[in-house]
């Protein structure tokens, strides 16, 4: 069979659903199409699923690709020859993927008949084993990506009831206003859902739907004993594996007793030993939670610069992985527990650095970059401003060890401007769009620009040192 005659499908997803996922499937179609080979790429983003692969396209499929940091329904790719690997790596290694599915030497998936998880199923192959470290991971990014609407909402909505006064809620207050203490209220309840969600969905990443309602009430427990993050991840764990042993146990359960297991005993089981579980534990993790957070928040004040260079290093360095993801959550977490704007300003900041530093020296450096580097930078404008690291990765992954270091270099400087200058940005995400609620927002700007600047500047001299260092040989000889 000729490349022209292969077919491959192909699913993408990456935790927040925003940028990984549509730059692996580019990258996939880009890659398909250099080796003649004809692809259907399924995109699982914050949308949810589009381009969804159908039966038939499944069937024709001479192999699958999976590129994707969160879970995906797998039962459906059983008996097929399939690659796993993540989103970084469909990005980063697509024509290492399609030649792999080209090779026609893959295994062949085998789904458990299972009904329990995604987990249960079994991939034999692919760039990446399923590790025990990417499994965390992908559970907890997996809590992650569906508490962020909850945490955008409330956030945005909260600063928002701030025009109105920072007491516009407060009816005893002079500054009391009835609009504005309803959107509070409503922000508030957008919050207050983030911990038990958050719990939930790691759970559910573990043992399916029924871990969701076991940790679903873990979370809320969490939530109200102040174990906050510390203590969803606890019962999030503690429930998906409470339960897939429950589902172990009960598998060879007559049908006749199906629906008893599923909507009677398991849900009863769940939340009676997870609910007894977090009600006894869930004060000590909320000192151990409080402590954590305490320390975290404390270096904004005793050492701005410091704590400037360990979030830029940390966004800068993945660009939206494990490791900014990391930064991410945990400035998300100060916003939501303690309401603290100031850490979660930086975080941003650390974010929005790396595309401007594309978008700056191919602008002021134009001749070293060719037509399309040109106009991918210009993209990388909106990108910063729309607080998406990703578009700098194509720019990275060419010379990663030289690229990396100077995006790094510049998100520490954005960030630790921001923590000098006090920037307090009260929501989780939207970049520039969220810049009326910003205090200090002509400061945040600067901030940015600056970081921008200095690694656009130091790119651009790189790149021209680079493009140059041919012709000296040349002389040399």
């Not at 975080?347 to 401007?356: N, Q, Y």
């Amino acid at each position: 069979m000729s490349n022209q005659e292969k077919f491959f499908v192909a699913v993408t997803g990456c935790p927040t659903g925003i940028a990984h996922t549509f730059m692996a499937e580019a990258a996939l179609k880009k890659a398909a199409e250099r080796a003649g080979v004809r692809i259907r790429v399924e995109t699982n983003g914050a949308a949810g699923i589009e381009n969804g692969l159908t039966a038939e396209e499944i069937a024709q499929a001479d192999a699958v690709i999976i590129a994707s940091d969160k879970n995906v329904e797998m039962a459906r790719f059983h008996g097929k020859p399939l690659i796993r690997a993540s989103v970084g790596h469909g990005v980063k290694k697509a024509d290492v993927l399609i030649a792999r599915a080209l090779s026609g030497t893959e295994a062949v998936y085998v789904h458990s008949s299972s009904a329990s998880s995604p987990s249960s199923s079994t991939a034999v192959s692919g760039i990446e084993e399923e590790s025990l470290g990417r499994f965390i991971y992908k559970a907890l990014m997996n809590g992650v990506s569906n508490m962020l609407p909850f945490v955008v909402a409330g956030g945005v909505l909260i600063a928002v009831s701030f025009f109105w006064g920072i007491y516009s809620f407060d009816p005893t207050n002079a500054q009391y206003n009835a609009f504005a203490a309803s959107i509070f209220t409503l922000g508030k309840l957008s919050f207050s859902m983030m911990v038990p969600i958050f719990t939930a969905f790691i759970a559910y990443s573990i043992s399916n739907r029924p871990g969701f309602v076991a940790g679903f009430v873990g979370g809320l427990i969490a939530a109200n004993v102040g174990a906050g993050f510390l203590g969803g991840i606890i019962a999030g764990f503690a429930a998906g594996y409470l339960m897939k042993w429950v589902l172990h146990v009960t598998k060879n359960f007559p049908r006749s007793l199906e629906g008893f297991k599923s909507i009677f005993l398991m849900p009863l089981f769940g939340v009676l030993v997870i609910g007894l579980f977090m009600l006894h534990l869930g004060e000590p993790i909320a000192l151990v939670n409080k402590a954590m957070m305490a320390w975290v928040a404390g270096l904004e004040h005793a050492n701005p610069i410091l704590l400037g260079v360990v979030i830029g290093c940390m966004s800068g360095f993945d660009l939206g992985g494990p490791i900014n993801k990391a930064a991410y959550v945990t400035g998300t977490m100060l916003l939501a527990e303690q309401g603290n704007a100031l850490f979660m300003a930086g975080v941003m900041t650390a974010s929005m650095v790396p595309p401007l530093v594309i978008a700056f020296a191919t602008v002021f450096f134009r001749k070293e970059f060719d037509k399309e580097e040109q106009a991918a930078g210009l993209v990388n404008f909106i990108l910063s401003a729309t607080f998406i690291a990703e578009g700098a990765i194509p720019f990275a992954a060419k010379d990663p060890l030289r690229v990396i270091p100077i995006l790094m270099l510049s998100s520490s400087i954005g960030a630790s401007l921001t923590y000098w200058f006090k920037v307090a940005v009260p929501a989780p995400h939207g970049g520039l769009i969220i810049l009326p609620l910003v205090t200090h927002g002509l400061l945040w700007i600067a901030s940015i620009v600056v970081g921008g600047l200095v690694g656009g500047v130091i790119y651009g001299l790189y790149r021209k040192q680079k493009s140059s260092m041919p012709t000296l040989q040349q002389k040399t000889a």
